[in-house]
């Protein structure tokens, strides 16, 4: 069904908003994003701003699903392939906004923008281990979900680029294949503990 004219405009301030977020991340003093800001930077009043995000946390919520979801098409792993598979696709959608990743993955602000899909990432990872290796002890699978959570991360890939130099391809290769070990790792041991039961 078509939408109406409202429902355009609507979507188009919706975005406008969150591009403007975008882009306050994107500055150097990220920190101090204000409504009034976005307001200004996106076109829009501040009372079309209140109507659409009636706080600034919603306003992050919202901002964080957004570029993780369609800007950076960060979607959540359903089985533990898709966790090496996802951060190796993850890695080009970076490399195609790095100032935005690096503030993402660094920052104050940026930690809380991306903070509302954190549980909701490692509660897939987390699901993802429970399916394929369930059988291993639980101490032995909340270190291993909290290694592939770390390894599954923006702030992984910012630091192998920055500290490391690597590029995009080689990040995803790297991470990738770290993800691959510890899955193949934990198969392994789920095997041997099958058949000594």
């Not at 992050?60 to 190796?88: H, K, M, N, T």
């Not at 935005?100 to 923008?113: D, F, I």
């Amino acid at each position: 069904m078509p939408q109406s004219l409202r429902e355009q405009q609507a979507e188009t301030a919706r975005r406008q908003i969150l591009n403007a977020v975008t882009a306050l991340l994107e500055q150097s003093s990220v920190d101090a994003l204000t409504m009034p800001r976005v307001a200004d930077l996106s076109g829009v009043s501040l009372r079309t701003l209140y109507r659409y995000y009636p706080s600034r946390e919603q306003l992050l919520e919202a901002a964080g699903r957004w570029i993780g979801s369609e800007l950076l098409g960060q979607g959540y792993p359903q089985s533990l392939d898709e966790v090496a598979d996802s951060f190796e696709d993850g890695c080009r959608q970076f490399d195609r906004h790095p100032g935005l990743v690096r503030a993402l993955a660094l920052s104050e602000l940026g930690r809380e923008v991306r903070g509302y899909r954190r549980g909701e990432r490692l509660d897939a990872i987390g699901n993802a281990l429970h399916k394929e290796v369930g059988d291993l002890p639980e101490e032995e699978l909340r270190r291993a979900g909290a290694v592939l959570a770390y390894l599954h991360n923006m702030l992984a890939y910012t630091t192998l680029r920055e500290e490391q130099g690597l590029q995009c391809e080689e990040i995803g290769e790297a991470l990738g294949w770290a993800i691959r070990t510890l899955v193949d790792d934990l198969r392994r041991q789920q095997r041997t503990r099958g058949k000594r039961q």
